[in-house]
């Protein structure tokens, strides 16, 4: 039985729906789209991401929800509604999302890029230049990698991959065999780009593009000799994307994984998109065949797949029209030989990305190289198809040094380059384990032991997001690198854990998920509780991604009521209800949602004035409690606990440029301040740590 599974229940009144929160979240990332101070082109990504985190929200959330309904499941969520209830309310706002996207779309950004010689065109503008030109190109380009597929007794409807680009035909008269079908199918290869350009000359504006969609419908007629087109209509299915594996009855998970992986693209259907101009009969005629009712589908004006068109802001070179380039900076401490000289005289914080990845990178590939390192071990949730510091690991077991890396082969769509690597780690000798069973290990270490004078020293480096070189450029996150032998005993212990068997051991300053991170944690929210009963000062101040696990939330509004002033800093969902007169009076929620995305978590307690500050991989969520590995971590060092609370809490704090305040119900509300000094967290780190 699972610690958690006698937690207390409490009022659902007091909280608010996930999936909601999930699709606020995206109410707000969209907002930054509508944003006329942003540059034309980062509003242009914005409304892509929009499209992506959608996508991700159907193959997980709305899946998951349908898979309750479809099981008449009994299930209640903390806020008390049911699985029927939920799916209805995130329909109809889903639908509001997604109509209001494509209405910005059409009504703004594209005029707008128009007007700055950025334009789609349309098949209804095409000169005949154009057209020829755009037709040699479905010829020479489309044409060999097309195969449309009539559908008849001996062609039934083809398995369409999850979230691919798809046109449905209606045709009219026979084919060279004599037979009548009435419907085709023509799949869009992913090998085709979804937007081509078109030379500068012939598209009479500097940039020109046209939509591979609007390609197919001029020419589809081409793939149909002899037959007439009646109507040519783009659509797209979403798939349940969430993998199950009972973990517990599989003897090799990986070779399981990969079993498992093919289906991925073909699990059942949870929502249809399909262009606007989509006859009701084939809307139908669609609906019918992936198992859908009509809260599931969505018409949409314009392309059916807008995270395509991330590609056009990196293909556009208008600088004006983007953020400002910007130069991590470098950290003041590592100066000396090598990276163990400096991390040995001092602990060393690394603000991600307004600082260097680099130092990480340089403390993974010295240690490969260095004839003291004897042995190196690391966990691996996120890292990429091309990682550097995976390179150095496989140099670092080809130099004979002990290396043992815990791959976590269940990270959500990542699953398939983590099997890569832990092939070719294995290939070269190295140890690799896949955590332990049940438990994702989501917690970001590194462990390297290297023979010094004296006898072995251990090093350490810790860290509140994934050793992923890209997104360290785009992430907030903090890493710690320390010699402290009582940390860094702690992190060998946890790798103890993960490779081997035996009783987890009493951590002398990490705290660790599923054993003493949430205990710890609401332990020390109800302190500042008590010292604010005695009237002593007290206050929690919080950031992270993600706010859901109900003892947790259920100590903060004690702590509240007992005059904590609670601070929370929460990028995406957050059940809690903030500023709820008798419940919640003492505490605000915020949001910050700008040019990077918030990943760091930081955790601060008054704690006497002592003021206590962890970092961790973990949110206060119950999947981070109680079926995650996850560290989080102190900073002893005064200097560096002084950054902290400046860098990570203090600047968001005083942010009126890129926050959104939430109230009790759950809306958010952008702070937007005239008369005070403006204020971006973002943008003042970047000028404080930037190179």
């Excluded at 008390?80 to 779309?105: M, N, P």
């Excluded at 065109?121 to 230049?129: F, G, M, P, Y």
């Excluded at 401490?333 to 090598?338: A, H, M, Q, S, V």
Aim: proline share 5%; hydrophobic share 40%.
């Amino acid at each position: 039985m699972t610690r958690h599974a006698n937690r207390p229940h409490y009022p659902a009144e007091d909280y608010l729906n996930r999936e909601l929160g999930i699709l606020a979240f995206n109410r707000r990332v969209l907002a930054q789209a509508q944003d006329e101070k942003m540059p034309l082109l980062e509003r242009l990504r914005f409304l892509c991401i929009v499209s992506s985190n959608l996508d991700e929200f159907f193959e997980i959330r709305v899946s998951g929800l349908k898979e309750q309904i479809r099981a008449k499941a009994p299930v209640v969520t903390t806020d008390g509604k049911t699985a029927q209830e939920t799916f209805r309310l995130v329909s109809a706002e889903g639908h509001a999302i997604v109509a209001e996207q494509y209405r910005h779309l059409n009504a703004v950004i594209l005029p707008a890029l128009a007007a700055e010689g950025i334009r789609f065109l349309r098949r209804s503008t095409w000169t005949d230049e154009q057209r020829e030109w755009i037709r040699q190109y479905f010829i020479r380009e489309m044409v060999p990698v097309l195969t449309p597929i009539g559908l008849d007794p001996s062609h039934p409807f083809p398995r369409v991959l999850n979230k691919s680009l798809n046109f449905a035909i209606e045709l009219d008269g026979k084919d060279a065999f004599g037979r009548s079908s009435n419907a085709a199918i023509v799949q869009a290869p992913r090998v085709l780009p979804r937007v081509i350009r078109l030379p500068e000359a012939l598209a009479g504006c500097e940039y020109g593009f046209v939509f591979l969609s609007s390609i197919l419908h001029e020419f589809v007629g081409e793939l149909f000799t002899g037959m007439t087109v009646l109507g040519c209509y783009q659509f797209r299915v979403t798939r349940n994307s969430d993998l199950f594996v009972d973990e517990e009855e599989v003897t090799n998970l990986r070779l399981k994984l990969q079993g498992e992986l093919p289906h991925r693209h073909f699990g059942d259907a949870v929502r249809l998109e399909v262009a606007e101009n989509c006859s009701p009969a084939m809307t139908d005629f669609l609906l019918e065949q992936f198992g859908l009712g009509k809260p599931d589908l969505y018409r949409v004006e314009g392309p059916v797949n807008l995270a395509r068109l991330m590609q056009i802001p990196d293909s556009v070179d208008r600088p004006e029209m983007k953020f400002p380039p910007f130069t991590p900076g470098m950290p003041k401490g590592l100066k000396g030989t090598t990276i163990f000289d400096s991390i040995r005289r001092q602990d060393i914080l690394l603000h991600h990305p307004y600082q260097s990845f680099a130092p990480v990178i340089d403390l993974l590939n010295q240690a490969a190289t260095d004839p003291q390192v004897v042995a190196i071990k690391m966990t691996v949730y996120r890292t990429g198809t091309d990682s550097v510091l995976m390179q150095s690991l496989l140099r670092a077991a080809q130099n004979g040094k002990e290396v043992t890396v815990v791959v976590e082969l269940m990270a959500r769509f990542d699953e398939e380059a983590n099997i890569g690597w832990a092939t070719k780690l294995e290939e070269v000798g190295a140890h690799v384990v896949y955590g332990v069973v049940g438990y994702k290990t989501h917690a970001k270490a590194l462990l390297i032991v290297r023979r010094e004078e004296g006898g072995l020293k251990r090093y350490a480096h810790l860290g509140t997001g994934n050793y992923h070189p890209r997104t360290a450029r785009l992430y907030s996150d903090f890493g710690l690198m320390t010699a402290n032998e009582e940390v860094t005993h702690d992190v060998a212990e946890v790798f103890k854990q993960l490779t081997g068997l035996g009783k987890a051991r009493t951590l002398t300053h990490l705290w660790q998920a599923p054993f003493s991170l949430q205990p710890n944690i609401v332990a020390a929210i109800r302190r500042e509780a008590e010292a604010a009963r005695a009237g002593r000062k007290a206050m929690v101040v919080a950031k992270m991604n993600s706010l859901l696990e109900p003892e947790t939330i259920h100590a903060l509004y004690e702590a509240s009521q007992a005059g904590v002033q609670v601070d929370l800093i929460v990028r995406g969902v957050c059940a809690l209800r903030p500023g709820v007169p008798g419940l919640s009076d003492n505490i605000r929620v915020r949001s910050i949602i700008g040019r990077l995305l918030e990943h760091h978590r930081v955790f601060y307690f008054y704690d006497g004035g002592a003021e206590t500050v962890y970092l961790s991989s973990a949110d206060w969520m119950e999947r981070n409690f109680y079926r995650r590995i996850e560290l989080a971590f102190p900073i002893l060092d005064p200097k560096l606990k002084k950054r902290v609370i400046t860098e990570g809490l203090k600047f968001y704090l005083a942010d009126n440029q890129q926050c959104w305040d939430m109230n009790g119900d759950g809306i958010y509300q952008r702070r937007r301040s005239t008369r005070a000094k403006a204020h971006s967290a973002q943008g003042e780190l970047m000028a404080t740590l930037g190179g």
